[in-house]
């Protein structure tokens, strides 16, 4: 087996070296320069053959409203299009280049599906229309019920070919809403394009904290089901779970090491919270973080060695960073009352919290040293608060409150766009983006 | 750059995906205990081929989740027959007030030594709620102890933490939020 698995990875080398990667695209859009030039693309309508012809404006429709998200690039409608897109294009063909430079495109998608009973097949290509060269060529196969997530997927190898960092389409946030009469909680799902909104637990009592193992198939959550709180995993493909953190008082997890071994959590005994780590295989459990004071909300950096977490040591809740294994803990929340919800950014650079600020609950960001203090999101007639961060670290979701209503919002880390991701529930909060996809 | 289908591409593209769901396999450290149902049971994975690098395995788009066993539903919250102790905001120490409905309970349980009281902590909804659970027990906790110091046997009591989920007021004020920060008796 050892043998085989080697001679793979020979072929595999071999493989590398004979096609080597791609010389640095040409249209490159650089992310960090604040308000840079957004490319223009043009998404033609797809070829169906054969299929629901509403796919051919469906299918770009989707892909169109991912590359919005983004704020990267421009649109150009498809009234603007002047050529049509055939099979022919897919076997040799070349495009008319000058004229989707014509009408601005620097580059355009094509795309041909074929819906054969349950099987669907999706050919997407990407062309740098100033060079009239192929970008990026993709096929893929599945069933037409994962149309949606294959073009996310598309759309998130566009991004990486523009920027070289992964977009973040078809991922999905977890968080936590009342439901009904009952006046319980329960988990609910959303796509990141606030899409297929959907419930994941329906035992009327109280479901919280939700938090995704790094594989992103395992949701962690205190529930109170029982009548006393016990952390579950569960499989949010196949909905089993099992019971991970039972000891002790109030339990919520706060997050997974990036090797998915531990999970992360604050469990109070005799009143005191201290930080917990759990075996999620075995359920061994160690204590991470002793102290007088109340500690929650563990977030492992995404290397795994340190931890940030909640204190109130000092007299109010203030975000700490510990080394794991290493005696000594450094504060890096300073000037508030209150600071709470501690969200490591998986780029590593940043930590997210919420602040008591006037009054007034506020999103902001800092340095893992406790350097570079910004300020991210505030409302003047309202709080801002559980921020959780995408998995690109370019932006992060958190709850707005103001009196009964309450919203999920998306917000870009420079703070510049924002847009509603859920409304219309009530008391959302918790908020947990899913690791990339 | 002209694109075409050729074998050396497919036999890539082959050659990778084996390589790296071998990979994926040993990565998978969450593992199942239960009888559980493979996740990719119900759908047939999707494929990809690229000309350009191996396409990480496919996540399976989930089916509707099953129904979790039917829990414990939430009731309104039971009427005691103690008053509420009631915290200052962020706070866990017993007020004067509290004290006298402490001791109204404490001299209730000494004189029923089979009864058992469960003390639940609450707060506001003010600030994040895994703060508010861990202080809501804290709250419990600290009424707890106190019984104790009055003479009530430990093993008559018991804690749980609601945090800022079963708020008594659904209001938005601090005449609601005074009320939402207390300890709450439950005869069982």
């Known amino acids: 087996m050892k043998r085989s698995i080697g001679a793979a990875a020979v072929a595999f080398l071999l493989a590398l070296s004979l096609f080597p990667s791609p010389a640095f695209p040409l249209l490159y859009i650089d992310i960090n320069a604040p308000g840079g030039k957004r490319m223009p693309i043009a998404v033609a309508d797809v070829v169906v053959a054969p299929g629901d012809p509403s796919l051919s404006r469906g299918i770009p429709k989707i892909l169109s409203d991912d590359l919005v998200l983004t704020d990267l690039f421009d649109l150009i409608p498809p009234t603007a299009h002047m050529e049509t897109v055939t099979a022919e294009h897919f076997s040799g063909k070349p495009l008319s280049f000058p004229g989707w430079k014509m009408i601005g495109a620097e580059a355009v998608v094509i795309g041909k599906v074929e819906v054969r009973g349950d099987r669907l097949s999706l050919e997407m290509r990407l062309y740098d229309a100033t060079q009239g060269t192929l970008l990026l060529g993709k096929r893929y196969t599945g069933t037409p019920g994962q149309l949606r997530s294959i073009v996310h997927r598309f759309a998130n190898e566009i991004v990486y070919t523009f920027t070289g960092v992964r977009g973040v389409f078809g991922t999905e946030i977890a968080f936590t809403a009342r439901s009904g009469k009952s006046r319980g909680k329960e988990l609910y799902l959303v796509g990141m394009d606030g899409k297929d909104l959907r419930k994941v637990t329906d035992n009327r009592s109280f479901n919280l904290f939700p938090r995704w193992s790094p594989d992103g198939q395992w949701l962690a959550y205190t529930s109170f089901r029982t009548g006393m709180p016990v952390v579950y995993l569960r499989n949010v493909a196949t909905g089993a779970e099992k019971e991970v953190l039972r000891f002790g008082g109030s339990k919520a997890p706060g997050g997974f090491s990036p090797d998915g071994v531990w999970l992360y959590a604050g469990v109070s005994h005799a009143g005191n919270s201290d930080i917990y780590r759990v075996r999620v295989v075995g359920g061994a459990s160690e204590r991470v973080v002793d102290g007088w004071g109340l500690e929650v909300s563990p977030s492992p950096s995404p290397d795994g060695r340190r931890i940030a977490f909640v204190s109130d040591r000092g007299g109010s809740p203030q975000i700490y960073v510990k080394t794991i294994g290493v005696p000594g803990e450094t504060r890096i929340s300073a000037g508030g009352s209150y600071a709470t919800s501690p969200s490591w950014s998986p780029t590593g650079d940043r930590i997210a919290y919420t602040l008591r600020a006037g009054g007034r609950f506020i999103v902001a960001t800092v340095a893992p040293d406790g350097s570079g203090y910004r300020e991210v999101a505030s409302a003047p007639d309202g709080d801002c608060e559980d921020p959780s961060f995408a998995p690109d670290g370019r932006s992060l979701v958190y709850t707005y409150r103001k009196r009964g209503y309450s919203a999920l919002i998306i917000i870009s880390t420079d703070g510049r766009r924002q847009r509603t991701l859920v409304s219309g529930l009530e008391d959302v909060g918790s908020p947990a983006w899913s690791p990339g996809r | ?188």
């Open chain 2, 1 to 188: 750059m002209k694109w075409t289908f050729s074998w050396k591409w497919a036999v890539l593209a082959l050659s990778i995906a084996a390589l790296v769901s071998v990979g994926c396999a040993k990565k998978q450290t969450v593992k199942s205990e239960g009888a559980e149902t493979p996740p990719a049971a119900s759908a047939p994975p999707m494929g990809e081929t690229t000309m350009k690098e191996a396409p990480p395995p496919m996540a399976v788009p989930p089916p509707p989740p099953s129904t979790a066993a039917p829990g414990v539903a939430v009731t309104e919250e039971k009427i005691s027959r103690f008053d509420d102790v009631r915290f200052d905001f962020d706070k866990s120490e017993v007020r004067e007030d509290g004290r006298k409905t402490c001791g109204i309970v404490a001299d209730y349980l000494k004189s029923h030594p089979q009864a058992k009281m469960l003390i639940e902590g609450h707060c506001d909804e003010r600030g994040t709620a895994e703060y508010n659970m861990a202080l809501g027990e804290r709250r419990a906790t600290s009424v707890m102890t106190y019984l104790v110091s009055l003479g009530v046997p430990r093993s008559a009591l018991s804690t749980v933490s609601f945090g800022k989920e079963k708020p008594l007021d659904p209001g938005h004020n601090e005449a609601a939020w005074a009320k939402n920060r207390r300890a709450h008796f439950v005869l069982q």
